[in-house]
């Protein structure tokens, strides 16, 4: 009988712990496949990125090649020639300084200079240098700013000038023959429901165009990276954009215009942050 009660509780034992392992086994075993998953989707992402990338470098450098050996056999059209050179020229430097900038998301090193600066300002300046490119595309520029906007900001002026560059840009890109308007006003916007920050004061940026809009598909994963709405771009300039507004304290969504053509972006900004903010 003390063997066959030894016996008993050995078994007992042994399918205790053989459940125990099957379980450990099968939760790694999940865990496993949830990782390789992670891992090949990066993979996937990651191989895209750099076919992306290496389309994109390609065209600029052959067109700065291409033109510099027109010159090279030609002396005629010189302001042709260099014109190109240096728009392809300026094309890489923004590409190599997106890459530059989403290592920096990623390693969370993404670095804000805060100082005051006059926001309509600087969107006027910025507006000046796109009106060669909304001319040859016919398209109008429109600035509005409301009377109750702080004429000073605190905030990083080059950063942000990076993302109202990239919207306009990309609002010129999708419109012909229309217009894109930027209107700046002050605004009540819920930063974070858990938050004693709710409601709080901001600044509001709109940029509005009457172009293509955004495809159904394209408007959950806009700020992602590498979604583009052109088969042109490497799909990075909103998803940096969006994590140096992110950076200010403030919001950036979009969506298409309902009783109109077109579609609007439009970034928030905190008033009166903490000068201490880094």
Do not use: C
Request: no cysteine.
């Amino acid at each position: 009988a003390i063997i066959a009660l030894s016996s008993l509780g050995i078994f007992f034992v042994i399918t205790y712990w053989n459940r125990r392992l099957r379980k450990v086994v099968y939760i790694q075993t999940k865990e496993l496949q949830e990782t390789t998953k992670r891992l090949t989707y990066h993979d996937k992402v990651q191989k895209e990125f750099i076919d992306i990338a290496a389309h994109e470098f390609r065209t600029p450098i052959q067109s700065v090649l291409g033109y510099s050996e027109m010159i090279h056999s030609s002396l005629k059209n010189f302001d042709q020639y260099f014109d190109k050179i240096i728009r392809n020229a300026r094309r890489l430097e923004k590409l190599t300084e997106d890459i530059l900038d989403v290592s920096r998301i990623e390693g969370k090193n993404l670095q804000l200079s805060l100082s005051d600066f006059d926001l309509n300002q600087t969107i006027q300046n910025i507006i000046e240098d796109h009106q060669k490119e909304a001319l040859e595309k016919s398209v109008k520029i429109v600035f509005e700013a409301k009377k109750n906007v702080p004429t000073t900001i605190y905030a990083d002026e080059a950063r942000l000038q990076q993302v109202i560059n990239n919207l306009l840009s990309n609002a010129i890109n999708f419109t012909n023959n229309g217009t894109v308007t930027i209107t700046v006003y002050n605004a009540q916007v819920d930063i974070d429901a858990n938050s004693e920050e709710r409601d709080k004061e901001s600044i509001v940026v709109e940029i509005k165009d009457t172009g293509t809009g955004i495809s159904p598909e394209m408007v959950s994963r806009l700020f992602e990276k590498f979604a583009t709405r052109s088969e042109s771009g490497t799909g990075l300039g909103l998803y940096i954009s969006k994590s140096i507004i992110d950076s200010h304290g403030g919001k950036i969504w979009a969506y298409n215009n309902r009783d109109e053509k077109g579609a609007t972006f439009t970034f928030t900004l905190p008033i009166n942050q903490k000068k201490g903010k880094k």
